[in-house]
């Protein structure tokens, strides 16, 4: 028995034609670094973005679901993108600024672009590789920089404002099927080549909703939110659809990133919420700690990208500002979870809720599975692999215009949960915490081993820098803990020491056989320990590993 | 392009093992009238509900979508056949004990009913209905009240309790597809047959995720919500579902909707959140003024069903005790518009938006549509029945087991839209203001006339007690309107005095022709204005017309 219920389908569209009317007065506000920023309603942003619409189909040729590229910082202009391209029904690629060039030449080949656009200040970035870029039929620019890098580049280069300019400010959407792709974006996996996300509209759109759940962000258009997340990093968190669905005002840096400027636009424009990983935090944190400033407008940060360590949600929360947790991936839109503490609980109650990485939205099903492939209670104890399903979660990877879709196995289980590879527990109430990256636990007889328990154990010891644990093959057991320790200066523990202080903490079958002293553990270029380079130096031999 | 989601739907089936885990420590409490009340966990809600679910399966042999009718007060038990009916695949049926019996009997056939639950303080409703009844095949019988009067009806008799006794507290629920039918409700017009609306898991699931953004009620784990709004009636707007969705405490008043326990239940068990119509709140004013009562834990008040009287909204913000109007009816499911009012307003720039029905959410598309069928603008002027699209709004009623949906031309448009039969304004920012019923409006020469507007005006004469204004028919404008008015005791108005007191305030083309004093306005069993007898009267030319 069907219902009776009209068939509408959730798009991108009807987010944008709902922002620009009933919340057509909220605005985006984009920092310049000049004495005002710009300012643009949504009801200008709308009318842009059906002009920008004309211009891509008339002027440039976009056609049916062709991609379009931006490579962009948070700004006006990149919301217009964001809902000009996947309401016309073509493909929005957000591309990450961040990525090595030769990744970025692969992504476009691979998303095969017919268009770019480009915030003027990141030309240098581009025009170096436009000769790579076959696919790339025009190159549209934006914003302040220098054009003349662009000089005899192959594709056409248009102005953004010229463009748009006297072109029509509506625009006959067409109907779309809500599990049309919308908007996609490549994960930079440290191995193997960068792997497709394909967001839908129907994914995008409800996802928008879980954002404005109370539970969730639950922003209205009484609030306005600091996008420091990146647009090019899983759609800026879902954040530009979101705002644009209840009116929330939006706060764009462009490409002022820096603590000064951040301290300085969250002063004067006062939002209410905000969005960065950890490190944007610290910084401002510094920077304020320097030279003071007025934070205390933003009641609610988001937090998310990495784990966020607790002395910094301290210090926030002494000026005022509440961080709480989220996580997520690009794979989940990203989000997976957030770290609203249960109802009736004191200051000191709620911390070890605020810790975590947080609860699950009904949007999101979550299951933990174990070194054997067993499906582990939510006990808070039993730790295993986090497996999860839902509207907005990946089911694959973009195969490529003539591609079948990619399910790996390592990242896609046979009934078609998404492998997040991160390893946890989750307790009674639902709440999750994460402890390692599921190549980074040592599977011990059947058994897991956390590597970051160990090596947090480890470091608690006084003599210790910095100490890494990574698995290491072992005949009888399948694998065992390499323990890697870099002792502080003038530091005299031997390894007997080390493994006795760490019995006092961990359980005996968990203790390391292998322990070796190192300089320093190696890192990756963001600052993680790279337990990729420990494995590889003790396969060739290369570390003088004590046992005992 | 296809995205790389996953597919998966969204049912009611979810929101159940979400609200049952995750939020398995929020609690339904129902009022029982004496010392203690009922309390039950979200957990042992969904343990009961898989209970019920292989019950009606296994003992009653209800099988793919067949109907399950429920006649039931608000309570644990009705939560638990909310989510065990449309979960096992099978359509849950709210029946509306306010229905006359002849329209129960009626609507029980039409849908096919197989089983009934029902409150035993209702079995002296069923009880006599039960030989007119042939297709329900079994009677499950909950709660207190007398038995005997079902004895020697023909379908078996089964006590829920002992029903689900012993039976498995988990169930293999079904894979569904999302736009299958999960609940019917009939409306219960004053013309023809009621209309069966059939709800689908999707369509409950969106409506679920909108009531708990915060642009809308705004719920979580930290509220309790007080649902007074019947389950029989369009699903409690929605709160069972919404609130199993984030964890929000439901508190029942089953059958005690009187004032005196209302106050008490909310004095002891402090609500957050409450929902129901403005007669509810005006019986608990005037208790609360004779009785003191701290009501004040019930910081919002959701209002609907009819338009609020501004001064009820002022007495209760005098309580601490704010109501927040929404618009809605059963083919809305219901939430149509709440009015929030925008962002950074005093209470009494607040004020003009309070009184209006509300701003339509991204999920409800609103047009309004003129008396020659064009599209109005929204500039608060414009007065057009306004018509709506979403996925949770009706296009179509339910046309029975061997029938065709039914499309009428006066409730669906052409291209699909809900003709709501409301006539209003919508202002620039997208608030609504209702002010007819369609039906009540006068269509002169093409263009509309208000008649609450008329009726207003004349009311504000010192001399008048009541005035009802009805279309009559008119050779040269189609319609006119026909004022009929009831004087107070000892008024001296003439008609020619009553209409120059008019035109102060009306447009004159507006102003009736037709005028007539009569000693009571016909009134409909629930105190509105019955305007169907005004116009019969008319055209059987038993009123004493004068015309100027």
């Known amino acids: 028995m069907l219902s009776t219920m009209q068939d509408v389908p959730l798009t991108v569209t009807r987010i944008l034609s709902h922002g620009m009317t009933i919340h057509g007065k909220s605005q985006v506000t984009t920092w310049t670094g000049e004495s005002e920023p710009q300012r643009r309603s949504f009801a200008e942003i709308g009318a842009r973005a059906a002009q920008l619409a004309h211009a891509l189909r008339d002027e440039l040729g976009v056609t049916g679901d062709q991609r379009v590229a931006t490579l962009m910082w948070n700004n006006a202009e990149h919301v217009e993108a964001y809902f ?17 060039p030769e990744q970025l ?5 691979h998303a095969d672009d017919q268009v770019v656009i480009v ?8 025009a170096p590789l436009l000769p790579h870029l076959p696919s790339l039929r025009h190159v549209v620019v934006t914003g302040p920089g220098d054009r003349s890098v662009l000089d005899g580049a192959a594709p056409r280069v248009h102005e953004y404002e010229e463009l748009l300019a006297g072109r029509p400010t509506a625009y006959d959407w067409p109907d779309l099927d809500e599990r049309q792709a919308a908007a996609m974006c490549y994960t930079s996996g440290t191995t193997g080549d960068p792997k497709g996300v394909v967001y839908s509209h129907r994914s995008i759109y409800l996802h928008s909703m879980q954002v404005n759940m109370t539970e969730s962000m639950g922003l209205t258009d009484k609030d306005t939110s600091l996008v420091v997340v990146p647009q090019f990093h899983v759609n800026a968190w879902g954040l530009p659809h979101a705002t644009f669905m209840t009116g929330v005002n939006m706060l764009m840096p462009d490409r002022f990133l820096q603590p000064a400027p ?5 002063e004067s424009e006062r939002p209410t919420h905000a969005a960065a990983v950890p490190t944007i935090w610290q910084g401002l944190l510094a920077e304020v700690t320097a030279h003071p400033r007025d934070l205390s407008s933003m009641a609610r940060v988001t937090i998310g990208g990495a784990a966020c360590p607790p002395s910094l949600m301290e210090a926030y929360d002494k000026l005022g500002v509440r961080l709480c947790h989220a996580w997520g991936m690009t794979e989940t839109s990203p989000l997976g979870t957030m770290a609203n503490p249960p109802a009736g609980l004191t200051a000191e109650e709620e911390w ?18 174990g070194p ?4 582990l209670p939510w006990d808070g104890e039993s730790a295993g692999e986090l497996e999860v399903r839902g509207s907005w979660i990946a089911g694959a990877y973009y195969g490529g215009a003539d591609g079948e879709d990619l399910r790996p196995e390592d990242k896609f289980s046979e009934d078609g949960w998404l492998k997040t590879g ?3 527990v989750i307790s009674d109430e639902g709440f999750l915490t994460l402890t390692d990256r599921a190549k980074d636990v040592i599977k011990s007889g059947g058994e897991w081993i956390s590597s970051v328990e160990l090596e947090n154990a480890i470091m608690a010891h006084p003599d210790v820098a910095e100490a890494a644990v990574v698995a290491v093959p072992d005949d009888k057991w399948g694998e065992r803990p390499l323990a890697t320790v870099v002792l502080k200066e003038g530091a005299t523990a031997d390894y007997a020491a080390l493994k006795a202080f760490l019995a006092r903490s961990v359980a005996k079958w968990q203790l390391p056989e292998r322990w070796t002293i190192i300089p320093a553990v ?17 396969a060739d031999g290369e570390l003088d590993v004590t046992r005992l």
Chains 1, 2 share one sequence.
């Open 84 to 100: 000009a391209i996947p309401s016309m029904g073509a493909v929005l690629h957000t591309l990450n600024l961040r990525l090595a």
């Open 105 to 109: 030449v692969w992504v476009v080949a």
């Open 119 to 126: 915030n003027g200040s990141l030309l240098p970035l581009l």
């Open 262 to 266: 951040l301290a300085e636009m969250i």
């Open 352 to 369: 070890p809720y605020r810790v975590t990485q947080g609860r699950f939205p009904a949007g999101v099903e979550a299951r933990l599975v």
């Open 372 to 375: 054997g492939g067993e499906h």
């Open 422 to 424: 991160d390893v946890g």
């Open 522 to 538: 190696p890192k990756t270029s963001v600052g993680k320990f790279d337990k990729k380079v420990i494995r590889r130096q003790y």
